[in-house]
């Protein structure tokens, strides 16, 4: 199985700074399409994950321009460029280019 | 809207079987994959099953193959996950997801004795 691995695993940070999540995948993420399906994310407490980030970096309907991702391959990065208190959670990276599709192993952000 | 409701958790024991059921709305079932995944208490997401839009295909992760059975009903627009021979460490919130995307609020399956 893929494994993705997310560092670091507590983020605390700071109202209006800036944050970011690695994600790095024990295979490459390219499919045969070549494309790559890295997804991220969130989950606020007591609710359902919710998708922030498709195919490396194209966001969803309704999130905010402050979340960005980038990457390539094996090499992944969530970027939060001024946290707000509605951020706190945990952020999960997500791969479905190979089965099973598997999940990092979380990142909880926290307000410091 | 997209509306995924689940349905169908709760306690049973070990051994035991249960059924999951999906409601879902808001969207063209019949062109979507859908997919159960869980998260056991207080750990992190697993994929556990998909099914393509047609039926035609289903995928399991390794650790409930040939135990779950996920399926469809395209005319009622509603998945299922019939779940046998039930482990403790099968205990988790069962989640409905659509194309990978939008999540139910998920449904608590517990297996204990």
């Known amino acids: 199985d893929v494994v993705l691995t997310q560092s670091p695993l507590s983020l605390p940070v700071t109202l209006g700074q800036p944050a970011s999540i690695s994600c790095r995948s024990s295979q490459s993420l390219v499919n045969s399409d070549g494309n790559t399906d890295l997804a991220w994310f969130q989950q606020r407490p007591g609710q359902s994950p919710r998708r922030l980030i498709y195919?490396?970096?194209n966001r969803d309907s309704g999130v905010p321009d402050r979340f960005s991702g980038s990457g390539s391959a094996t090499d992944f990065t969530l970027k939060i460029s001024r946290v707000e208190a509605e951020d706190v959670g945990v952020y999960y990276c997500?791969?479905?280019?190979?089965?099973?599709?598997?999940f990092g192993q979380g990142t909880k952000v926290e307000i410091k | 809207e997209v509306q995924l409701v689940e349905s169908g958790g709760g306690l049973v024991q070990p051994g035991g079987s249960l059924t999951l059921s999906c409601a879902a709305s808001g969207f063209t079932f019949a062109n979507s994959w859908m997919s159960w995944l869980r998260q056991a208490p207080g750990k992190g997401l697993e994929w556990v099953a998909n099914i393509k839009p047609d039926g035609s295909g289903t995928y399991y992760v390794d650790s409930v193959k040939g135990r779950f059975t996920i399926s469809r009903d395209n005319g009622k627009n509603s998945l299922s996950l019939q779940m046998n021979s039930l482990r403790v460490e099968d205990t988790a919130v069962y989640y409905c997801?659509?194309?990978?995307?939008?999540w139910g609020q998920g449904t608590l399956v517990t297996v204990s004795s």
């Open positions: 997801v659509e194309s990978g995307r939008e």
């Open positions: 997500m791969q479905f280019t190979h089965w099973p599709h598997t």
């Open positions: 195919s490396i970096s």
